[in-house]
C-alpha cells in the first residue's frame, strides 16, 4: 500500500487553464504539505495544513489554493497556469510534532505550454 | 546568500568508493538535520535524521554536523550503484517539519 499518493503523475496543459492534483495519506499523519521542486530540483514548501491550521507561503502565488476534504487528503488547485507553474509537485505528511521527518508521494509533473 | 548551500555535482565515483556529499549553512539557528535520497522520478525519502552536533551512523552511512562551522556532511562507505541517487540535505530550527529548509540536492553516480 502506497503511504502518500498523488494523481495525476502527469499533465500536460496550456497556459490560462484550472487543473487540480489529489493527495492521499494513509499514514494517519496530522499534517499535509505541498512542495514545488523546480528543474533544479530546489524544493520549497507552499502550504502545510493540519486540520485546523494553513500555513502558505507567502511567496505562492493566490492562483494556488489547498483544498482538504479531511485530514488523509490535500488536493492543490491551480488558476490561471503559467509558463513558469511547469515544475514537479510534491504532497508530503509528517506525524504531530515531526521537526524533520516527511514521507513524499512521488509526485506530479506539470507542464504549462 | 541562501540559507543552505549545496554544490549540485554531478559527482560520479566508482563502486566501492567513499562518498563525501556536504552542505553548508548560514542560520544558527538550525537544531535539526537531514538528508533525503531522492531517486529519479520519485519522491524524496529520508535517509538520515540528527540533532545538533555530532555523528549519527546507520549501516553504511554516516551524517555528521559541525555546528560551529555551520557545515553537515554524509558520508557514504562501500558506494554501490544502487546509491546512485540526488541527495538533498535539509535543517530545521525545530517547532514544526514546515520550517524546513532543503538544499537544492546533489547528483550522485556510482560506476560499476
Known amino acids: 500500500d502506497t503511504a502518500v499518493s498523488q494523481t495525476p503523475k502527469y499533465l500536460v496543459t496550456q497556459m490560462g487553464n484550472d487543473k487540480s492534483i489529489k493527495c492521499e495519506q494513509n499514514?494517519?499523519?496530522?499534517?499535509m504539505y505541498w512542495y514545488k521542486q523546480d528543474s533544479k530540483k530546489f524544493l520549497k514548501i507552499m502550504f502545510s495544513?493540519?486540520?485546523?491550521?494553513?500555513?502558505i507561503n507567502e511567496t505562492v502565488p493566490n492562483r494556488f489554493s489547498p483544498k482538504s476534504p479531511d485530514k488523509a487528503h490535500l488536493n492543490l488547485h491551480i488558476n490561471s497556469l503559467e509558463l513558469g507553474d511547469s515544475a514537479v509537485y510534491f504532497c508530503?505528511?509528517?506525524?504531530?510534532?515531526?521537526?524533520?521527518?516527511?514521507?513524499f508521494g512521488e509526485g506530479s509533473r506539470l507542464t504549462v505550454l | 546568500q541562501k540559507e543552505v548551500e549545496q554544490d549540485p555535482g554531478p559527482l560520479s565515483v566508482p563502486e566501492g568508493a567513499i562518498v563525501s556529499l556536504n552542505c553548508t549553512y548560514s542560520?544558527?539557528?538550525?537544531?535539526?538535520f537531514m538528508w533525503y535520497r531522492q531517486y529519479s522520478r520519485k519522491g524524496p525519502e529520508l535517509l538520515m535524521y540528527?540533532?545538533?552536533?555530532g555523528n549519527k551512523e546507520d549501516g553504511r552511512f554516516t551524517a555528521q554536523v559541525d555546528k560551529s562551522s555551520k557545515y553537515i556532511s554524509l558520508f557514504i562507505r562501500d558506494s554501490q550503484p544502487s546509491d546512485s541517487a540526488t541527495y538533498l540535505c535539509?535543517?530545521?530550527?525545530?517547532?514544526?517539519?514546515?520550517?524546513?529548509?532543503f538544499g537544492s540536492g546533489t547528483r550522485l553516480s556510482i560506476r560499476p
Open positions: 508530503a505528511s509528517s506525524p504531530l510534532g515531526s521537526t524533520g521527518e516527511l514521507f
Open positions: 535539509a535543517m530545521s530550527p525545530g517547532g514544526s517539519a514546515s520550517k524546513i529548509i
Open positions: 540528527t540533532y545538533s552536533s
Open positions: 495544513y493540519n486540520n485546523k491550521e494553513l500555513i
Open positions: 499514514l494517519g499523519h496530522d499534517t
Open positions: 542560520n544558527s539557528a538550525f537544531q535539526y
